[in-house]
């Protein structure tokens, strides 16, 4: 069963922290869905992918294509079947059913967005009172940090 990990933006972008995860999801062997419901967003960060320094590219798609199945990352507002790892980004929901079928699922949010933030608390709320594991992270001078954590099914 899979964990929900909470990112909490302060100090980095949306368009630097999501590379960065999605290549520690590639590095674990991990198939990537994105799932946003804006699509300016996902577009942007489609773009932001296909930006990202040659040694470090990541390929990747946006939902609707001829290739959706092959791709290793794909950005959409889409069923997570098939994927090990599923990023919300933009407020999109996640299930409790798909965390636990999910090798990691992440949720992302602006620290600085009082309806992002209320958003993920309530994602927080629902998917642990349904007994997903969780971890909250927040940004500190650059770093990484857990604040919490909270097992499954307690």
Do not use: N
């Not at 909470?6 to 991990?30: C, N, Q, V």
């Not at 791709?71 to 933009?90: E, K, N, W």
């Amino acid at each position: 069963m899979g964990a929900a990990f909470f990112y909490h933006l302060t100090d980095s972008p949306l368009e630097a922290t999501l590379p960065m995860l999605i290549g520690k999801a590639r590095g674990a062997g991990w198939r990537v869905l994105v799932r946003g419901h804006d699509a300016a967003l996902l577009k942007r960060l489609d773009e932001v992918l296909w930006q990202g320094p040659e040694d470090g590219f990541l390929p990747h798609g946006l939902a609707g294509g001829p290739y959706d199945a092959d791709q290793p990352v794909l950005l959409g507002d889409v069923p997570s079947d098939g994927f090990a790892c599923v990023m919300s980004v933009g407020g999109a929901a996640v299930s409790a059913e798909e965390v636990g079928a999910a090798e990691r699922t992440c949720i992302l949010f602006d620290g600085h967005d009082g309806a992002a933030l209320d958003v993920a608390r309530g994602q927080w709320k629902a998917l642990t009172d349904a007994g997903c594991a969780a971890q909250y992270w927040a940004q500190e001078a650059g770093r990484w940090t857990k604040k919490a954590e909270k097992e499954g099914g307690s």
